[in-house]
Nanobody
Framework: QAQLVESGGGLVQPGGSLRLSCAAS????????IGWFRQAPGKEREGVSC????????NYADSVKGRFTISRDNAKNTVRLQMNSLKPEDTAVYYC?????????????????WGQGTQVTVPS
């Protein structure tokens, strides 16, 4: 019954901010890299950001670089995605996933566990 659970999604106006959290249930995140992905209706899932198990390395997709910040607090068994300057094109379901890698390629086979997702909506 190991799970990842995302929280913090919602509706915000363009230019606003949201903070997403990813928490582990049934296992510990300490030894895992964590990636954030998103999927909009009718679109393929895309990688957004990832962070290494130690927090020493991180990566961002070009579409979010400079606006999103990933961080982790292993003592609290959570990973956070701070999203600023949100745009309508950021509207999607956001997922976190656990891996042994933070390579920046966001290949699905690198990720062992996935959350159910949280909806982020930025209206036009």
């Amino acid at each position: 019954q190991a799970q990842l659970v995302e929280s913090g999604g919602g509706l915000v106006q363009p230019g606003g901010s949201l903070r997403l959290s990813c928490a582990a249930s049934g296992f510990t995140l300490d030894y895992y890299a964590i990636g954030w992905f998103r999927q909009a209706p009718g679109k393929e899932r895309e990688g957004v950001s990832c962070i290494s198990s130690s927090g020493g390395r991180s990566n961002y997709a070009d579409s979010v670089k400079g606006r999103f910040t990933i961080s982790r607090d292993n003592a609290k068994n959570t990973v956070r995605l701070q999203m600023n300057s949100l745009k309508p094109e950021d509207t999607a379901v956001y997922y976190c996933a656990a891996s042994t890698y933070c390579s920046g390629t966001y290949y699905s086979y690198e990720y062992d566990y996935w959350g159910q997702g949280t909806q982020v909506t930025v209206p036009s």
